[in-house]
């Protein structure tokens, strides 16, 4: 059947399309002589659409091309038909490449898979979304600027981030398996917005310890070593912390173990912080964490005003490195790492309990993310950035 756009009973095309009428128009103004730019500003079009236009739709004579009109429509008509198979069912190379970026098994250092925890949606707030579960998840985009990196010379291998979205949404048009949407980052069937949380700040830090008293290098990324640091929490109380550097986004997890006593009796008031991410704990995983690095990349460490960080001046003695704090309810101020969290939620989700992972595990999450290429690093992985850094 013929597209509905090119139905005798359509509706005039838009702007967009090419009509007969334009095309009757090249036809005749290629045979006067007149050149390609010429050619479009009679008709009001770009010079590249007239030169793609006749390298395109041009009929084949004599061993030549020469443009008909009535045959370059009928060119545009058999290409519009749909539907067509998609670059991803015809190229199995290219499906294989995409397929094992999304679901691509995480490994933990030694090498050994780690499948990751059964970690079900609750709720349908958001909508229907299907069960997370670790994989390699590097988004459609990072997927599509890698290509070029991968395989230089391989033309066919390239696809935009947008076929790659279809495919796993687009009924008719699912080359991937549908699935697969379990290891994008949000989880969803459908692309929505993600709504912003605010989070409360705790006044117990100085003014000379702000962040507008850190060093405008750290504002401008120009020199590595000044990071950003968080934790994202889960059920019971459970904790992970992170830190990323601003320059490379290379991240680093923190594992916070719960510590003995920890759900054996009602906790004491103003009692040890038995859940493992009081301020001691978290002082202390940051220093094992931040003094395995060279001293040039532990320049500063940015944080909210959490109590996890009420030893920060102890914490400037034991790693060398200096704390400042965000404002109240200001979570843009350390950007690297809200975004960076937001990543770490693919394999650690909210209302889940984080205390059953090891150090194995996590340190495994902190690899994958480090190989993912990002947009801002020019296609990129953190692992490479900071390499080159250290190199």
């Known amino acids: 059947m013929p597209p509905a756009m090119f139905r005798s009973s359509a509706r005039p095309l838009s702007g967009r399309y090419l009509s007969l009428v334009e095309r009757e128009e090249i036809s005749l103004l290629k045979v ?22 006749l ?48 679901a691509g098994v995480v490994v933990a250092p030694s090498g050994a898979p780690v499948p990751g925890p059964a970690a079900p949606w609750k709720g349908r707030r958001h909508g229907p979304r299907k069960d997370r579960r670790w994989a390699k998840a590097w988004s ?17 291998m390239r696809i935009s981030h947008e076929a790659i979205y279809q495919a796993l949404f687009v009924q008719g048009r699912g080359a991937l398996r549908r699935e697969l949407t ?16 605010r989070r409360r700040g705790k006044g117990f830090v100085s003014p000379e310890i702000m962040i507008r008293e850190r060093p405008a290098e750290a504002a401008d990324r120009a020199v590595p070593g000044h990071w950003e640091g968080d934790l994202i929490l889960g059920l019971g109380s459970s904790a992970i912390g992170t830190l990323v550097e601003r320059t490379t986004r290379f991240t680093m997890l923190l ?44 320049r500063s460490l940015t ?34 790492n809200e975004n960076t969290n937001g990543l770490l939620r693919q394999y650690f989700p909210k209302g889940t309990d984080l205390s ?4 194995d595990e996590i340190s495994a999450v902190a690899a994958a993310l480090n190989a993912r290429p990002r947009k801002t690093l020019g296609w990129k992985t953190p692992a490479e950035a900071l390499d080159d850094l250290l190199s």
């Open 32 to 53: 006067q002589g007149h050149s390609i730019q010429e050619i479009g500003r009679r008709l009001g079009r770009a010079a590249s659409t007239i030169s793609r236009e």
């Open 55 to 102: 390298r395109r739709n041009a009929a084949t004579r004599s061993g030549g091309l020469e443009y008909r009109a009535t045959t370059a429509q009928w060119h545009a008509d058999r290409s519009a038909r749909r539907p067509k198979l998609t670059k991803l069912a015809l190229n199995t190379t290219l499906r294989t490449y995409v397929e094992e970026r999304l």
């Open 140 to 156: 459609p985009e990072q997927i599509a600027r890698r290509l070029p990196i991968d395989f230089p010379d391989d033309k066919t």
């Open 182 to 197: 379990a290891c994008l980052r949000t989880g969803r069937v459908l692309r929505m917005p993600r709504a912003r949380v």
């Open 255 to 298: 594992h916070l173990p719960r510590l003995a006593g920890h759900g054996e009796a009602p906790r004491a008031k103003n009692g040890p912080a038995l859940a493992g991410h009081g301020a001691e704990a978290v002082r202390d995983a940051i220093t094992r964490t931040i003094i395995t690095l060279p001293e040039e990349l532990r």
């Open 303 to 336: 944080w909210d005003q959490g109590a996890e960080m009420a030893q920060h001046d102890r914490l400037k003695i034991d790693a060398g490195i200096q704390v400042y704090f965000c404002d109240p309810q200001s979570p843009w101020q350390r950007g690297t």
């Open 356 to 359: 059953i992972h090891s150090a």
